[in-house]
């Protein structure tokens, strides 16, 4: 079982930065031999649950989707067993639960045949509220 705890949301204006934080004991291991593929969703109220960000487990790949938008960067702490999300010139249009999800099977199973980062991940966190006001 896979424990995912995430943090760091919260409330900024718009053109503000958060970092989320992820935190897992699986993600002690080194970018290149990490057992599960990692990713960022977010959920906007209304919308469907959308991937942001990911890195592929055996590829060593990382992976930006739409939402990302060249604002959104995702990255990895060995030594504090984290992925982060580092969000960059926030908009209210971000404002949403974001989460973290990891599975074993690596990104190409993982992506539909439109490229998007299907939601059928093994593992979620409980998910970190992001307000960002105009």
């Known amino acids: 079982q896979v424990q995912l705890q995430e943090s760091g949301g919260g409330s900024v204006q718009a053109g503000g930065s958060l970092r989320l934080s992820c935190q897992a004991s699986v993600f002690k291991y080194p970018f290149d031999s990490m057992p599960y593929s990692v990713a960022w969703f977010r959920q906007i109220p209304g919308l469907e649950r959308e991937g942001v960000a990911a890195i592929g487990r055996q590829d060593r790949n990382i992976y930006y989707f739409d939402p990302a938008n060249g604002r959104f960067a995702i990255s990895h702490d060995v030594a504090k067993n984290t992925v982060y999300l580092t969000m960059v010139s926030l908009k209210p249009e971000d404002s949403g639960m974001y989460y973290c999800?990891?599975?074993?099977?690596?990104?190409?199973?993982?992506?539909?045949?439109?490229?998007?980062?299907?939601?059928?991940?093994?593992?979620w966190g409980q998910g970190t509220q992001v307000t960002v006001s105009s």
């Open positions: 999800a990891a599975d074993p099977r690596p990104m190409s199973l993982l992506r539909g045949a439109d490229g998007k980062l299907r939601t059928g991940f093994n593992y």
